[in-house]
């Protein structure tokens, strides 16, 4: 594997960075906050559904944003590592991390629609709401978020990696 170095000089613009750590907590938070409604009975989640859906809101505004800057800003080269596959693995990994939250939020409006949560949230009659199995965006709502938190588990490898074989703080492009 020949020595490759990268330019840690070249960093991407506030219009990147500052959605991408607020959209990164987000993520996680809501995340986290999915799994713990999962376990709820409907009548003590219909408050956090709000909440999710509000977060779930904010993230894809910033996405939109995000991904307008990344066209309209000059960004930092990809990072190269000497290696073809995994060079193309990293711009592969980023590409799927829009496509996975667009989805994602995608997924999460059409479950707030189809399984009756704006009627429940307008009415407050739980009843109204369908079971998990008959919300098919619901099902895929989960396991697309779950692929998510596999790919920025790879995606914080991917700094590990580069910062222990290459000595480069690949984190000073996007702080």
Do not use: C
Not at 77 to 106: E, P
Not at 107 to 122: C, H, P, R
């Amino acid at each position: 594997m020949e020595k490759i170095k990268n330019n840690p000089s070249q960093k991407y613009s506030k219009g990147i960075i500052v959605p991408h750590w607020l959209s990164a907590l987000l993520i996680l938070l809501l995340f986290f906050q999915g799994l713990y409604m999962k376990e709820l009975e409907m009548s003590e989640k219909m408050g956090l559904i709000k909440i999710h859906a509000a977060l779930g809101t904010i993230v894809l505004i910033l996405t939109i944003n995000r991904t307008i800057s990344l066209f309209k800003t000059k960004r930092p080269d990809y990072l190269k590592t000497g290696s073809i596959i995994n060079d193309k693995l990293m711009v592969w990994i980023h590409r799927a991390f829009y496509f996975l939250i667009y989805a994602i939020l995608i997924s999460g409006l059409s479950t707030i629609i189809l399984g009756g949560y704006v009627d429940a949230l307008g009415s407050e009659n739980f009843n109204v709401i369908k079971s998990s199995e008959d919300v098919p965006p619901l099902q895929g709502h989960g396991i697309m978020s779950t692929i998510l938190m596999g790919l920025v588990v790879l995606h914080v490898v991917g700094f590990i990696k580069h910062l222990i074989l290459k000595k480069e703080n690949t984190l000073k492009r996007i702080i």
